[in-house]
């Protein structure tokens, strides 16, 4: 049994369907369905019990996946550690998230760290009002943005995810009376907004400064932290944007996250400065999309 077999095998025995495992491993169904008959005809016994409804592993199956798993992932760790080395892949990379995003792409840093063991990750936190200039700087190799990023002198790489966007109120707010709100709702209260050198357009992409109908978005203010955005909300007196996954890493009991029917979710995704880009970036790069291909 070559490798690609095992690969076949352990991803048809997680996704139980030969459409999405053809999908993710990028082969056709029939390909898959090959590879597994013949599996199945070297070891003498059927893999999965299958209906034109259902795709389910037999106990042979079952005791095949458990036995090839461990030793499937450490040869491909050891494959991606040689080719790193042989590629002079090592040293360090600077990431720059914002909020709880860096756990967000967890799947993302597990594979690269599988790949480039030797590679030390370094965290930095970007604030919003202010996403490029830590690129531009140096101060960040590769930053995790929500797009669009429109910039001459910077890369946007692959889309990590995409995120529904929440509106925070403090549980007085009119606003949070409603179990979820429209983007027509927005232009009847005052909106945080990023203090800083943000790009308009891109601070648009994540606030909007008009409603559906046009109608203006008003500002309440500007902030620089999201620790100011927080302790702002709390206070009552306005509300604000953000991406879904705050409401799971930021449960404050003053604050309610409401979900916005009829807004786009945000997008994000890698970028680097075009004029500093290293192999050590393209491998990064090319995790990242490894890791969202087979999700």
Do not use: C
């Not at 090959?34 to 893999?47: C, D, F, V, Y």
């Amino acid at each position: 049994m070559d490798l690609r077999d095992i690969q076949i095998f352990l991803t048809l025995a997680e996704e139980l369907h030969f459409g999405r495992t053809a999908e993710r491993l990028r082969l056709t169904p029939a390909r898959v369905s090959q590879s597994i008959k013949k599996q199945e005809r070297r070891i003498g016994a059927p893999l999965f019990h299958r209906t034109t409804r259902t795709v389910r592993l037999t106990p042979l199956g079952e005791q095949l996946q458990r036995r090839l798993s461990e030793g499937y992932e450490q040869i491909v760790a050891g494959i991606d550690a040689v080719t790193a080395a042989a590629r002079g892949i090592s040293g360090s990379l600077a990431l720059g998230t914002m909020g709880a995003m860096a756990r967000a792409i967890g799947d993302v840093l597990d594979l690269f760290r599988s790949r480039y063991p030797d590679v030390e990750l370094r965290f930095r936190e970007i604030h919003p009002p202010d996403p490029l200039t830590p690129l531009r700087s140096g101060e960040v190799d590769v930053g995790v943005l929500w797009l669009p990023v429109r910039e001459p002198d910077l890369t946007v790489g692959p889309v990590l995810r995409a995120s529904p966007i929440m509106v925070m109120a403090a549980p007085a707010h009119p606003l949070a009376a409603q179990d979820a709100v429209t983007l027509e709702d927005l232009g009847d209260h005052a909106v945080l907004g990023p203090a800083g050198p943000i790009p308009e357009y891109m601070e648009a992409g994540l606030i909007p400064f008009h409603t559906s109908s046009g109608r203006p978005i008003r500002r309440a203010g500007r902030v620089n932290t999201f620790q100011e955005v927080l302790t702002t909300i709390a206070d009552g007196h306005a509300v604000a944007l953000t991406q879904a996954e705050a409401a799971d890493y930021y449960p404050w009991p003053d604050i309610r996250y409401l979900p916005i029917r009829d807004a786009p979710p945000s997008r994000w995704a890698l970028v680097w400065k075009s004029a500093a880009e290293t192999p050590l970036i393209r491998a990064f790069a090319e995790a990242a999309a490894d890791a969202r291909s087979s999700t």
